[in-house]
Each structure stands twice: as structure tokens, then as C-alpha cells.
């Protein structure tokens, strides 16, 4: 199994580096790593296109871009790889990507570019900063990219999944769920301060706290100590809504039309 690597906290972070060891262990895979230079959190899908990217190779062998999670993987998918991936693998991310975090963020956009690109992928993120556990985070994440990395859906379409796993010894680690996003409060207020000039700074606020986690969300799965697995989807279109505004567009118009021949 060939798997593409990337994050969004850098080539040089605790989370890829640990996770990078894990699944080179695993039997029968070839991992390419292709992450950011710097860190690129909360990014989502976001391409470079007004900036020439430039690819390096550091001393352990990762290459890294001066750009996105999602520069990473669509560069690598074409034309920097010889080879198309089995898998596209993001992470391990510093911290929690769950509930409405994965719009936002750029370990799931990585994810996401190679989920584009037809190929099934899996970000993976732990719960709490700080690298707690963290090698037994990539011991499970590497379990799970055995278990299900060469699993096709009916029809042999891709698949996009979002795991998020607990900051617990291994033995403490509960089976994975699969579950739903939950969802947060809005984000805290912004942050201000003056700068040595006298101009005032803005810094984005922490995240909400968790609105919704009930049984059944990403949230509460965590909470109770198991991995939690959320299959994605791109499409965003309301399709509830569909019948709805397109009866009341048609209204729309035909009131519209009427004016104009009055």
C-alpha cells in the first residue's frame, strides 16, 4: 500500500514525525511524506495561486512545500509523485478536529485534496495539544490505516473519514465509534491589542465550547474515551431545501416577469 503523508502543522511536528514512524513499521506500505513548511492550522482547502511554491527535502527525507496542506497533496498528486497514492493519510493534528472544526481545518483539507482527487483518505486528529500519549495516538492511528486503508465502497468510489483519538495510554484507548460531527458554540470574542506603533491587532478568538454533543457526536465518543470515525462528504448543497427555493424562485420570476409587462 502506497500512502501519501501530510499534515497541517508542519513537516517538522511531534504529530507527523510519530505518526510517520508508526506506519512505516506497518508490513507491505511505502509512505511518502509531503507536508507545509511552517504550520498552516485552520487553512481548510485553501491552493496558492498568486505565489510560486518551491518543494525541499529535509535530512530524514520528508519533503516540504512553502504552502498549504492542500498545496502539498495537489502538488504531490500532480506531478511531484511518480506514482498514485493507495491512500492519503493527514496528521496526526495537534489538537481536535471535530464538529464544525473541519470546515476549517487543514488537516482535514489535506485529507479532503486527496479525496478530490479520487483517492480515499483519513485525517487524524488528537483531542487535546500538546502531544500527550502521542505514541500510542499513532499506534492506533497506524492500526486503523491497516485495518480499513484498502477498504473500497460499493461501486469502488473514494472515501473521506475524519478520526479524532483521545490523549490516553494505549491500554486506555476504547474501540472506535463511528459517529456524527457534533457541533460548538460560536467562536470567543476577538482579541485585541495595541501594536509598538500604535495600530490595533486583532487575533481571531479560541473556539466555541461544545453545543452539541450528545450521544451519537464525535464529541461525546471522545469523551468517553473511544477513537471517533466520521465518514465526510464535499457536497454541500442543501438538498431538503431544493424543492423549497426553487418553488419560491419560480414565484420570483414569474411575479418579476409579470411587473415588467404591466
Known amino acids: 500500500m502506497k500512502i501519501l503523508l501530510c499534515n497541517d502543522d508542519g513537516y517538522q511536528a511531534t504529530g507527523i514525525v510519530a505518526f510517520h514512524e508508526a506506519l512505516k513499521a506497518l508490513p507491505d506500505v511505502q ?19 498568486r505565489a510560486p511554491l518551491y518543494v525541499y527535502q529535509a535530512a530524514n527525507g520528508f519533503r516540504y512545500v512553502n504552502g498549504t496542506p492542500a498545496d502539498c497533496v495537489h502538488i504531490a498528486l500532480t506531478g511531484l509523485l511518480d506514482y498514485r497514492p493507495d491512500l492519503v493519510v493527514s496528521g496526526i493534528n495537534n489538537g481536535a478536529n471535530m464538529g464544525d472544526d473541519t470546515i476549517y481545518s487543514g488537516t482535514v483539507g489535506a485529507a479532503m485534496e486527496g479525496y478530490l482527487f479520487g483517492i480515499p483518505a483519513i485525517a487524524f486528529s488528537q483531542i487535546e495539544k500538546g502531544w500527550g500519549h502521542i505514541d500510542a495516538a499513532a499506534a492506533r492511528a497506524a492500526e486503523l490505516v491497516q485495518r480499513i486503508g484498502r477498504h473500497q465502497l460499493d461501486g469502488g468510489k473514494p472515501w473521506l473519514l475524519n478520526v479524532n483519538i483521545p ?8 474501540p472506535p465509534k463511528v459517529c456524527r460531527l457534533g457541533r460548538r458554540h460560536a467562536a470567543e470574542r476577538v482579541i485585541t491589542m495595541d501594536s509598538p506603533h500604535g495600530d490595533t491587532m486583532y487575533w481571531i478568538g479560541g473556539a466555541g465550547a461544545a453545543a452539541e454533543a450528545g450521544e451519537g457526536t464525535d464529541f461525546h465518543a471522545t469523551a468517553e474515551g473511544h477513537i471517533a470515525i466520521t465518514p465526510l462528504k464535499v457536497d454541500l448543497t442543501d438538498r431538503d431545501a431544493l424543492g423549497y427555493w426553487a418553488q419560491g424562485l419560480g414565484h420570483m420570476l414569474a411575479r418579476r416577469a409579470k411587473e415588467g409587462q404591466d
Open 31 to 49: 509512505v511518502e511524506v509531503v507536508a507545509p513548511e511552517h504550520n498552516n492550522s485552520a487553512k481548510s482547502n485553501a491552493l496558492t495561486l
Open 167 to 174: 490523549n490516553l495510554p494505549l491500554e486506555q484507548i476504547k
